[in-house]
Structures are given as structure tokens and as C-alpha cells.
């Protein structure tokens, strides 16, 4: 701070100020703003517009053209509200400017006429359309617009701010317009040196602009400037957090020519793809370095994650060490256990299983072993976390599906050794932006590419299909268990719920068993069973002593059972894209091909995309990038579990580039001044723990 004048010092502090502090917002509208989420004076600075009306070349409503999206001026000359029949309602309302008239008409929306009066001058902006001669625009976005004596509420370009119940888009106006005024003048965090290099606008330049612009180019400017803030100011912090988890770190450097690891890669249990190739020289690269490791494996379904673990397993082994490799589910982590330990038994690496299940002396017994050194390599659930579990000498932790675990869950199990390295795994792809946003901190390494013979595109059908057609499906069903085969009926639900209209799993396995398939053997499979309920119906399955298995998400992630040929869904316009890709992922695993068969009824636009998306396209990866465009960033980004800074500007459909700008820029900065302690970075310090804020203990753990 002594490097901040003292002027501009107060000014940043008051950022933090409640939102009261402005001029105008009294008691009322402190309660209206917090429903904005503004509480504090910085939430009503970045409270930025969502839209610009231009009203500098606004054509006359004679000149503007039948077709075009355009933004219109007039004065309001008539306000009707027409009733032409049982439940519709059509509000009319015409605007003149001398040289013409134009209707802004609303359906079913009779609330709209309070809004306007005759005389009020306002600004309809959308799709110009002729009816019985008039040009109208239907369901226009509607401003109205001040007279002379105001200048936030005639300026050349309009900005509009979300608005709320007991604040106007005006009010909105006039209350930022209040805070730029007394605390806009802040220090500028970015060193003056990317400002120049990027061509960025000074900050309080930028908030001023974005704003109130005078033209429209000018928002533009401001929006790159404070973009470009958000995604340096992350990645700054994930630059810090990946040098305090990497380079200030002295790790294990893992042998990787020891017997274990020479025997697989001598003879390994089928041929690796080139993407497995890459991802194990990566892995062992990084193990055989002093930097402890921080990496994600990021696979597509059945691009073979497992074989890949299994060579950084045996280096750990080979270094006379243990690993850890923890899964969210028992029924995940047995299944690694049934899979890995036979190849660990093959290769003379002694392993064993710790889950909530396990028994007492079991459960003793291992501990034991751990503690002693004697087990190589511990797989498990959340119970490998418990204090109880101490290792002798851990220096490998992998983590399977990490979206599922917090992050103090992640660094606990690699709290449990010195400078461990650690291996994070997800078998739901991501888009290239939300990786770098989300896991900027982990060196990535990707496998896109399926093991011989288990080409999605040729082992799987996708069939879409309403609820009428259920007999065809149920009839696929049966024909694939005749052929000795097996299959799954997903459901969104447990049990039935009344606030959602959906077929509930409990209820479901009932019916099926009584009315659809009372000559197979229906199991069922959900997460609240008890642990040793889902082990025994799993292992039923898998021995195929059930024919069809109705369960919930549980079989979402890692399940494996080569049989089962046919996969049900119901409900599926209410499941996300990932998760319906990671559902098909559990069928077609065998020699068999697969069927995957979604009974969807979407009432909504972006509900009839996913299902298209789903039905023609396989890679998921694609489908990862054609889920951020659906959902949005917002919603993507908010199943986020650090809490990373928000991003109120910043794209990440529309701002690649600008992301790729400000994580170089980041990691250049961080490698030369990783602490923030020159005067040029003590101001981007103190912004970064602002905007961290309860995170920054995340930030500079390691």
C-alpha cells in the first residue's frame, strides 16, 4: 500500500463500502439491489449493461425497412389493450416521429400498457414486420427515454442495466452514473506494460465507457479492457497456485526403469493409441522430474484412462513407494480394483481395497499394511481421506472423475505425503476455454482417441424417440437378453417426488417387473441403497445374473460391464449433454454393438438441441463445445467448485483469443515475480485477493 497514494488508496477501500453509501439508494432500494446480488459499491460498478440502444443514426420510422432488426424513435400516441378472443389479450402501442407510425404489440402481456403513456418519448429495438398495412415489431425490447434535462437518460448510445422491482432501468442508470461519480477513480492493478502491449484502455477510462459510451465502438474498448481483466486476474492466480504446487516443491523423482513398469510397457494387455502413448511419456516425464507433478488425464468415454494410470502406478511402485487412487464411488473403486489388480498381481505390485464397506478387521489389517509400507497401492473412496489412514511413503495420488471431490478433499489425500504427486482424471470432456478457466493451475494431457475396435461412432446407435414408441424399445430390450446380452432403463429419480413429473427409479423397477418384463430377471441400482446392496447388485450384474438393470446416474461414470448392449432412458430431455454421453459410454464396451435409446418429449428449444446433439454426434469433446454454446458459460461455470473470481464479461465462446492473451501473459508475469512483491505488481496483489477473496488461502497453499 505505500506505493498507492493515499487519495486513490481510500478510493479502492471504498469499493468494498455497502452499496448505501451512493447517493439515492436508500433503505428500499439497498433491499431491490440485493436482489441484483449488489450489495457493496463494487457490485453496482461492475453491474454492467447487458445492451446498447445506438441511437445516433436511429432511422425514421418511414425509412426503417420491413425485415431488419433495427432501433426506432418515437413519441407514444396510443395505448390499446384488445381482447379478440378467451384467453388472449393484445397490447398495442403506437409511436409517431412526423413521418410515420408503429406498432409495439404484446401477447398475453396486458401488464405492458402501465408502462407507457401518451406523449412518452421511448425506443423499440427488434425484427420490423408488416400486419394489415402498419409496420410493427412484436414484443419489442422497449426503453423509454428522458427528456432534455437529463444526460443519462439521453445519451447518443443507451446502455441498459438489468433492471428490478423498485428500480427502472433509469433509476439503474442514474445510480451507477452516482457511483462512477464519487469511485471511479481507482488505482490501475494492470502493469503499465501489458496495458501498452495489449492495447488496453486505462481502467477508470474503461468503467466510465462501458457504462455510458459516446459511441459505440467505444463500449466495445471498455468490454475488451475488463474482460481482459478477468481472465488475467484468474489466471494470475492459478499461475501462483501451479508455482507454489510445482516449482518451490522438491518431489520424488520416480524411477522409470524398474521392473514393474519395464514388464508393462514390454508387454502391456493391448496395444496403446497414440494419445495413450503421449499421455504415459507425459506422466513419466513429469514423475521422473523433481517438480511434483499437478497434471489431468482429460478423456473422452472408452479412450482407456485406466492402462494409462496403471503405468504411473507401477513407476511409483518401482520407486519403492505407494500410490493412492481414489474414486467417488464404491462402485467405481471396486470396479478399478477388479480391473488394475490383476495386472498389479502380474506384475508383483501388491495392492489392496479400503471403502466404507470394508470390515473392521479387514479395514485393520489394511491400515496395517499401509502404514507399514507393504501395500504398494491403496484404491478407495472418500475413506482414504479418514486421519486413520497414514502412509509410509506416498508419493503418487490419482484422483478419478475430480469434478466429483472438493478441493480440500484433493489436497487432503495429497496432504498425506511430501510433494506428491498428483494425478487428476475425468472422463468428461471439456472445452479447451472452460479447461484453461476452470484447471489453469494442471498441465493437461488429452486422449481423444478409442482403443482399436471401440469406435463410438460404429459400436453405438443413438435413437431419440417419444414416450409412445416405449413398446419398439422395450421389444429391443428383449430381443438383446434372447441374444444372451443385457440392458440398462435409466431414470432422473429415486423415488417419485411431487414437485418434479418424472419416472422415479424404485417405481420404475416395480412396473417392469410386473407389467413390461415379468419373465427377466429386473434388478435395481440407486445411490441411496446401502453401500453393500449396490456391491451385491453390481457383482449380479456383472455375472450376469440380472437381465435388465433400472438404477439412477449411479452407472453414470466408470462402470464396465462388457455385456450390456442396451441402454433406456427416460426422461432424457431432463439430463445434460455430459451426462448422456457418459451414459452411452457404459454400453457397446464389448465385442456387441450398442444401442442407446432416449425417450425425450423437450418443450424447449435448447431441450430439442440437446437431443439433436446427442443423436448426431459422438465425440464428446464436440459436444462439450456444442454444450457451452446451449447452456451458456454461466451455467457451465457455476459447477464450478473453487469458486474461482466470477466472470461478469469475459466469454469464454467469444473471448478464446483474449484467454489465450491473458494466460501467456500471466505465466510470464508469475515466472519472474511469483510472489507479487515488486512495486509494479502490488497493486494486481491486492486486486487478486479482492477477487479471490475467501480462496485466496487455495490460491497460495500449494
Known sequence: MANIPTQRAEALTAWDSPVSVVRFVDDARTVALERLGIRTVEDLLRHYPFRFLDLTSTPTLAEVQVGSDATVVGRVHEVRVKKPRSRLTITEVGIVDGTGVLLGVWFNQPYAARRFAPGDRVAFAGRVQLEFGLKQIRTPFAEKLGEEDDPTLTARVLPVHRATEGISTNWMRRLVAE?????????????????????????????????????????GHARRRLAYDELFVLQVGLAIRRHGLVDERKGVPHVLDGPALTALRDDPPFSLTGDQTRAVSEILADMASQRPMNRMLLGDVGTGKTIVAAHALAAAA???AQAAMMAPTEV???????????????????????????????????????????????????????????????????????????????????????????????????????????????????????????????????????????????????????????????????EESTAAEAKAAVREAERLRADVFDDLRVGLLTGKMKPADKTATMHAFRAGAIDVLVATTVVEVGVDVPNATVMVVEDAERFGLAQLHQLRGRIGRGEHPGEFILFANPSTDEGRARMDAIATTADGFELAERDLVLRGEGQVLGERQHGLPELRLASLIRDAD????????????????PHLRTAEHLPLARELRRRFNRQWEWVSSG
Open 318 to 320: 518401482d520407486t519403492l
Open 658 to 673: 483474449l484467454l489465450d492473451q491473458a494466460r501467456a501473459d500471466a505465466v510470464a508475469l508469475v515466472s519472474t515475480d
Open 332 to 494: 467405481l473403486a471396486e470396479q478399478y480394483a477388479l480391473r488394475l489388480g490383476p495386472l498389479l498381481d502380474t506384475l508383483g505390485i501388491p495392492w489392496t481395497l479400503l471403502t466404507g464397506s470394508t470390515s473392521s478387521a479387514q479395514r485393520s489389517e489394511t491400515l496395517r499394511r499401509v502404514a507399514e509400507g507393504s501395500v504398494a497401492v491403496l484404491f478407495g473412496t472418500h475413506a482414504l481421506l479418514e486421519e486413520t489412514v497414514q502412509f509410509a511413503a506416498l508419493s503418487l495420488a490419482v484422483v478419478d472423475e475430480q469434478h466429483r471431490f472438493g478441493v480440500v478433499q484433493r489436497l487432503g489425500l495429497r496432504g498425506k505425503g511430501e510433494a506428491v504427486d498428483m494425478l487428476v482424471m475425468t472422463a468428461t470432456p471439456i472445452p479447451r476455454t472452460l479447461a484453461l478457466t476452470l484447471y489453469g493451475d494442471l498441465d493437461v494431457s488429452y486422449l481423444r482417441e478409442r482403443p482399436s475396435g471401440r469406435s463410438a461412432e460404429s459400436n453405438v446407435t443413438t435413437t431419440v424417440m417419444g414416450p409412445q414408441l416405449r413398446p419398439s424399445a422395450y421389444e429391443r430390450v428383449r430381443l438383446a437378453v434372447r441374444a444372451g446380452r443385457q440392458a440398462y432403463v435409466i431414470c432422473a429419480l429415486v
Open 179 to 219: 457511483a462512477l461519480g464519487q469511485y471511479s477513480d481507482v488505482p490501475d492493478f494492470l502493469p503499465a506494460r501489458l496495458r501498452i502491449e495489449r492495447d488496453l484502455w486505462p481502467l477508470t477510462s474503461a468503467l466510465r465507457c462501458i457504462h455510458f459510451p459516446e459511441e459505440s465502438a467505444d463500449a
